[in-house]
């Protein structure tokens, strides 16, 4: 069993950046891939980055690309999302999902979830 609590979230104005972390306890990330999603009220949940489980590759969604970076630390069991350059559409609950040596893209079956952190960005 793995638990992922997300932290780092918060309040930002636009053009500010945030500092997400997934942190793991229960078993070791380095076998698991991992995802940052997030999901705005009345939105669907939406993929944001994805990282491999080795952190050799990494996927972005479109709308990210060059603001935000995933990154791991697996001594430390933790995952990163450095988000630069915000927008007001980025406002959205965000949480981190692993997947068993999965692919961490959109349509991957996730075998855990964070509660999420709340970003807000004001414009």
């Known amino acids: 069993q793995v638990q992922l609590v997300a932290s780092g979230g918060g309040l930002v104005q636009t053009g500010g950046s945030l500092r997400l972390s997934c942190a793991a306890s229960g078993r070791t990330l380095s076998s698991y891939s991992m995802a940052w999603f997030r999901q705005a009220p009345g939105k669907e949940r939406e993929f944001v980055a994805g990282?491999?489980?080795?952190?050799?590759?990494?996927y972005y969604t479109d709308s990210v690309k060059g603001r935000f970076t995933i990154s791991r630390d697996n001594a430390k069991n933790t995952v990163y999302l450095q988000m630069n350059n915000l927008k007001p559409e980025d406002t959205a609950l965000y949480y981190c999902?692993?997947?068993?040596?999965?692919?961490?893209?959109?349509?991957?079956?996730?075998?855990?979830w964070g509660q999420g952190t709340q970003v807000t960005v004001s414009s």
């Open positions: 999902g692993a997947t068993y040596f999965g692919s961490p893209r959109p349509g991957s079956k996730y075998d855990y």
């Open positions: 990282i491999s489980w080795s952190g050799a590759n990494t």
